[in-house]
Every structure is written in structure tokens, then in C-alpha cells.
């Protein structure tokens, strides 16, 4: 006999969502899609859980959701899935946020407040908003044990984390390596993606931009002929990096040109290295392109302060005619962590544009991702930059 199922001529989908969550409630469903199954091949689900010290927000019912439809499948194919729901209690803006509350600074831990005192201010904090959580939850009909939640601050969690830790590194699957984390200096602390995306870290400032120039080490070795003292023109938008330059970067399919002018400010004569579209938009108003007897004329006319600064291309090239050229450091402040001999030359990367800047790009591996990515993948790698703190020690590498 087939069954017959009810037929809606003007369907009411809150109607149905209460009337479905009501069924699973009176007969258990959620604990029996376990139960029915006791002995079958476990499909094991912890959450990736959340910070109930906020509010929680649309994107988490669309993960949430994502997360259920996998569990649901796979019991449905009879796997038992025991799903154990969890509080995130640890981070940045929770101390952050204590703090604020208790009108006190990290200095003051310790002594305006007591160390314990100040974790369970925490402890209370974080799980400020469980309730609407779990309202939450039930509302969307998404499955998970509430009632016996892990949470990361209780000495079980961390000590599982460390045991996990340890018997990671006995099996020889950790290593050394570099990566890019923001840091705050006021925090004393690493910032992870999520508490980047705080209210108020993001602000439009205005501020200044550097046009670099970086001496060509032995300019010989340059695909073009010149006349010594030549310079690769770097672009940055971050001149506070400066000091951390180990690689100039350009593009290998990018036409480079060698312009020999005069330096603006000093009016002392120069060679540079640009990206060829990037001429007119270096070489501006101020700039009079000349060729030949009329350039060198020129050359032997300018002086400091003329309202037209001559300028004439002496060659061109690919960038990957440039790649591993060396040049000097531009400023002598500090020395990479390790292995300076592979410093301070150019390398490839295809993130280099000619919308803007030079098509030079000043890299600093020690601050940007892509910076790093692209010297690891240099060969040999471009090493980063030591870094100092407030006190002039140098600050551990994260690895």
C-alpha cells in the first residue's frame, strides 16, 4: 500500500518548521538518529566552536547549516554521528573586552587586579550570551549536544590540545618554517584574521608614499649598456618597510627600461630601471623626453632648479633579463635572521603590475604575505629580516 502525504495548497513555511520541530522534540529524534545506531562505524563531529561573548549573526546559520547537512547525511547512511557542540573561550577580544569593562590595561594585571581574578572575569564574560545561543540553535533546527559542550578553557581541553601537540612532534610531522602574522604591539600578542575584523581596525588614513631608489651592486651585469651608478626605482605605499627590504620583485613578462635624467631633488645625474609603461607616469610634467645630440646638449645645460628636468631611454629588457641582478641594501639598520648572503636581489613574481608605481616592487618578506610567498618560492629563498621590539631585542620569528 503507498502511503499518502499531505498536500499543501498554500504552504506556510513557519507553520511547517514548528510543526516539524515539535515532532522531533515529543520523540526524541535527535538522540535516536544515535541510539538506532549504537555499534555501527562512528562518524566523529566536534563544532568548530563558537565565541558566545558575542551575538551570534546570520553567517553563523549559514555555516551551522553546512555543518548539519553533513551529519545528517552521513547517518543516513548509517553511520552513528554523535555531534558534541563547544564554546571558543579564548582570543583577543575577550581580554580586550574584560578589560574595557573593568577600566584596566595588561600592566595592570597583576596588580590592580589578580591574575585569578582577572580569568574569571573572562570565564564570566565569554559565555555571557549561551542562552541566546542556544535559542538559537533550537530555532534552526540544527543538531548538537548542548548539554555536555567542551570548552577550551577547562585544563581537560588545553591538556588534550598539548597531548595532541606532543604526539604530533613524536611522529616527526612538525616543522620549521615562517609565516605572516599581524601583531600588536599594545597587546604584546600575534592578531588572527577574525580580531582584524574588529569594528575600528580598518580606518581610510591618508598618508605618505616613497618612490626608492636601490643601487645596482655591479652594473655591468645589466642587459643594457650604462654608464655606472644605476638604480632600480621601487615604489611603496608602506615606506615604514624600508628598513626591512631583502628583494626587489618584477614581472618576467614586463618590458623594463633604463632612463638616464637627473635626480629632482639633488639634480645630481642618475640611471634607473623602470617598467617602460610606467615612463610617462614617473616622469611627469617636470620631465622633457630628448634623444641624442639634443639630450646630451641638454645634459650639459641642466642645473638644479630648471623648470624642465631632461631625461632619455638607453635600453630595454624583460623582467626576467633582471631576476637574481644584486643590489646594495638600501638602509643598513639590521641584517636578515639568516642566511644575508642571499639577500638584496631581484626576483620574479606575477603579481607585479604596471597599473601603478614603478613595476618595481620593494618586497619585505618579514611583513607582507605575499611578499613572503613570493621569497619563499625565490631560488634560493629570500630570508626575512630581523625584527626588534620597543627595547631593542629582537622578536622571535613566528614558526
Known sequence: ???????Y??????????????FWKENDIFNKSMTTREGNEPFIFFEGPPSANGLPGIHHVMGRTIKDLFC????????????????????????????????????????????????????????????????????????????????????????SVWWLLKEIYSKDLLYKGYTIQPY????????????LNQPGTYQD????????????????????????????????TTPWTLPSNTALTVG?????????????????????????????????????????????????????????????????????????????QLLP????YENAQDAYRVIAGDFVTTEDGTGIVHTAPTFGADDALVSKQANPPIPPMLVLDENQNPVPLVT
Open 72 to 159: 545528517r547525511f552521513k547517518t543516513q547512511q548509517g553511520y552513528q554521528v554523535n555531534r558534541k557542540a563547544g564554546w571558543d573561550t579564548h582570543g583577543l577580544p575577550v581580554e580586550l573586552g574584560v578589560e574595557k569593562a573593568l577600566g584596566i590595561t595588561k600592566e595592570d594585571i597583576g596588580t590592580k587586579i589578580s591574575v585569578e581574578e582577572y580569568n574569571q572575569a573572562c570565564k564570566d564574560a565569554v559565555l555571557k550570551y549561551t542562552d541566546i545561543w542556544s535559542k538559537l540553535t533550537d530555532d534552526m533546527g540544527y543538531w548538537v549536544d548542548m548539554e555536555d559542550p567542551y570548552i577550551t578553557y577547562k585544563s581537560k581541553y588545553m591538556e
Open 1 to 7: 500500500m503507498s502511503k499518502k502525504f499531505n498536500e
Open 252 to 328: 618576467p613578462k614586463i618590458d623594463y627600461v633604463l632612463a638616464e635624467t637627473f635626480n629632482q631633488y639633488t639634480g645630481e645625474p642618475m640611471q634607473v630601471i623602470l617598467a617602460e609603461k610606467l615612463v610617462s607616469y614617473q616622469f611627469g610634467k617636470k620631465y622633457e623626453l630628448l634623444e641624442g645630440d639634443a639630450f646630451a646638449k641638454a645634459k650639459l645645460e641642466y642645473k638644479l632648479g630648471d623648470k624642465k628636468i631632461p631625461y632619455q631611454l638607453l635600453g630595454s629588457c624583460k623582467g626576467t633579463n633582471l631576476v637574481n641582478l644584486r643590489y646594495e
Open 333 to 336: 639598520y639590521a641584517q636578515p
Open 9 to 22: 495548497k498554500g504552504l506556510n513555511l513557519p507553520e511547517v518548521d514548528e510543526r516539524i520541530k515539535n
Open 205 to 236: 588614513v591618508t598618508d605618505t608614499t616613497v618612490t626608492a631608489q636601490f643601487k645596482v651592486e655591479d652594473p655591468s651585469k645589466l642587459p643594457f649598456e650604462n654608464n655606472g651608478n644605476v638604480f632600480f626605482l621601487a615604489w611603496t
Open 184 to 195: 600588536s604591539p599594545a597587546a604584546g600578542t600575534g592578531l588572527s584574521s577574525h580580531e
